[in-house]
């Protein structure tokens, strides 16, 4: 019996051994297979981003195609187009001109719009119901009526083919009373509206801050480029800024941001109807020299790229570039005849942007750039008006209207 115990003793021992070494092998082929699959998931990941990275900046490279293409014609199209051809111009998400053509009117747009057109250009034509000369007849009436029924912003919504009011406090007596004028109008959207703030702060924090004032009561703000004018019949250099930095009780000395620096006076401003913004002369003195350029300026410094032009009218759903105290960001026009109030002034023709800006950023540049013909061009188009709430959508004054109202021959730079 002893013996037959000892070898089923044997015979355990030698099967133990025979299972450790066949789940041994086992775990070594599962690790091996874990560490295939591991790899294998790896580079498929890294393959998925990777196409999804090229993905993305194929989508980038054809907005930005689309979106030059669209700029150049939309220049060409707007100086020609009557306003009672069409109820709307548009760049949409894909970079694509939008044409929003009045009913039986169809051909003599399109007519106009092929000879502008790129070959490879896409362009989508859309119905509307009324056309701009229409919608800016109901806007201009409403103008006149802004603080009598508390009207704060206006505009016109170019891709849904409305003029659209903003009302303080909204409520149903303050729409009924509006519509009453309008006699109930069916191209006007009325919305309750946030007030729009000045983006004027006394606190400093980089190098495109500008002071107005003297050095213990002033306004801060920011600097939009440098300009060549005509004063007292001679030539003459210096800076814009927003109208609104320039107070008379504070003085028309302007500083740098360390409110030492004396680089300049203001001459002339506005801060109404169509212009907010301000000329200041360059004051060069014996031991300073303030020199201009034709770059924008942020928080890290001179920015790549030059100004190429000043001015520039462009489509709702160009996207447009903010430069200011409080460094820069980008958006895209949402509306390019807007009218509110701010700061208790009524302005209009502004435009309007879904860019972000805050307190500090008056005054500071607008800038666009569009390639054509392999020719990257930037255009200095407005200077920063306000923003939502004091820290929200900004709005700008076109370039081209602060040109006429100020004076100035053209933007300049060393």
Not at 206 to 222: E, K, V
Not at 293 to 300: A, L, Q, R, V, Y
Request: proline residues 0%.
């Amino acid at each position: 019996m002893k013996e037959c115990f000892e070898q089923q003793k044997v015979i355990l021992n030698l099967l133990r051994k025979e299972v450790e070494v066949v789940m041994k092998k086992s775990i070594c082929i599962l690790s091996a297979l874990v560490l295939v699959f591991g790899i294998f998931c790896s580079a498929f990941t890294a393959l998925a981003e990777s196409k999804e990275g090229d993905i993305e900046k194929d989508i980038v490279a054809e907005f930005d195609k689309n979106h030059s293409m669209s700029i150049v014609s939309h220049f060409d199209i707007i100086e020609e187009i009557d306003d009672d051809l069409y109820g709307g111009i548009y760049i949409d998400s894909n970079g694509n001109l939008n044409i929003l053509t009045v009913d039986g009117k169809f051909a003599q747009a399109k007519e106009l719009i092929s000879s502008h057109q790129k070959s490879d250009q896409t362009v989508i034509y859309r119905t509307a119901d009324f056309s701009m000369k229409y919608l800016f007849s109901v806007k201009d009436e409403l103008f006149t009526k802004m603080e009598e029924y508390d009207i704060i912003e206006m505009g016109i919504d170019e891709i849904n083919n409305k003029v659209y009011v903003g009302i303080q406090d909204l409520d149903e007596i303050k729409e009924k009373k509006v519509r009453e004028i309008l006699n109930d109008e069916k191209c006007v959207v009325i919305k309750s509206a946030d007030n729009m703030v000045p983006c004027t702060t006394h606190t400093m924090k980089n190098g495109s801050a500008i002071n107005i004032g003297n050095t213990t009561d002033a306004l801060y703000g920011s600097m939009a480029l440098g300009i060549k004018f005509t004063h007292n019949g001679t030539d003459r250099y210096g800076y814009l800024t927003a109208g609104h930095n320039y107070s008379s009780s504070y003085g028309s000395n302007a500083y740098l941001g360390d409110g030492i620096s004396k680089f300049g006076d203001v001459i002339k401003y506005q801060w109404s109807g169509s212009v907010d913004a301000a000329l200041i002369e360059r004051k060069n003195t014996s031991s300073i020299t303030f020199y201009m350029t034709n770059k924008f300026i942020d928080d890290t410094g001179y920015t790549t790229g030059s100004i190429s032009y000043a001015g520039g009218d462009f489509a709702v759903g160009t996207k447009v570039w903010k430069y200011g105290r409080n460094g820069y960001g980008f958006g895209y026009i949402t509306d390019r005849n807007y009218s509110y109030t701010a700061g208790g002034v009524k302005l209009t023709d502004m435009v309007m942007t879904d860019c972000f800006a805050s307190s500090g950023d008056s005054g500071g540049a607008v800038k666009v750039d569009y390639n054509a013909g392999g020719l990257v061009y930037t255009y200095a188009t407005g200077i920063v008006q306000s923003a939502t709430n004091g820290a929200g959508n900004m709005s700008y004054t076109k370039m081209t209207n602060a040109k006429s109202a100020l004076g100035f021959d053209r933007y300049i730079g060393y």
